[in-house]
């Protein structure tokens, strides 16, 4: 070969080789509302990839949550997803009520995280106190077919109530919410969230607040093994100087199948190696804990995830 054209084509495939290696590392990490729990550790995740990933570029996306992102990581809009444990078992069998025309294959799961618990509550003045003093009374959801309202569905039928029991439903985002509770515009709002979720801290320090207990019978009735009785702390919020009993539900962050292995054990060792940044970031993260991360999920684990875990001897 002339030596001319063969420096040539050496100096066209080094460019070509360069090119490869620089190009960037997209990481879409899919949350919630702004007002919720998933888009600040979303947030703090992002920053944690952003400087332990090599030539990664990190965005987050605030979503409608669980329902949405598992579609959007479905369709390839993502790499990350926070999802509730419920509608992660729905997607995977594609149940059209729950908002999944078809099932979700694609899915593999990096990590359990922390619990979201159902918290409903209500304006003092509004006179609510128990599931059934809802009937008649205006409340919120969350958005339709979200992860909030699938709980909502789930907690009031297995309390033998509908929404047409209620005067009012609105499917309204935990801020819009709780503005609407301060202007006597709604009773009472239904979301599901970490504990010291902001939009309810925001309302129990604007106006007297009463927190709805749901039995742990109510609980059992669901018949849903992703739903565990729990309690809300007392003084997790202003005003709240009882335990509430309660639903809790687990989330899961869920990437996809065609996510190479590499990357996905670098999403998941760098989570575990980071949690008190993540707490950081919001206190509910401190409920994160490794040795049950691998524990009782809906879907596969992603092979790389699976690497960090057998790693730590972690795998059940």
Known sequence: MNPALRLALASTLFAVSAAAQAAPTFINILTGGTSGVYYPVGVGISQIYSHGIEGSKTTVQATKASVENL?????????????????????????????????LKKLRAIAGTYPNYIQIVASKESGITSLSDLKGKRISVGAPKSGTELNARAIFKAAGLTYQDMGKVEYLPYAESVELIKNRQ??????????????IRD???????????????????????????????????DGQSAD????????ILVTRADIGDDLAYQMTKLIFENLP???TAHAAAKDIQAENAAKNLPIPLHPGAARYFKEKNLLP
Do not use: M
């Open 186 to 199: 709604l009773d009472a709002t239904l979301q599901s969230s970490g504990l010291g979720q902001a939009a």
């Open 71 to 103: 579609n959007l990581l479905q369709a390839g809009r993502g790499e990350l997803a926070f999802a509730l444990g419920d509608s992660v078992a729905d997607a995977w069998k594609g149940d059209a009520e729950a908002g999944f025309k078809t099932p």
């Open 244 to 251: 509430v009993s309660t639903a809790a539900i687990n989330n």
């Open 203 to 237: 309302l129990a320090a604007t106006l007297p607040v009463v927190f709805v207990p749901i039995p742990a019978e109510v609980v059992t009735r669901i018949g849903n093994n992703a739903y565990q009785p729990a309690t809300i702390p007392a003084n997790t919020y």
């Open 277 to 279: 940044r993540l707490v």
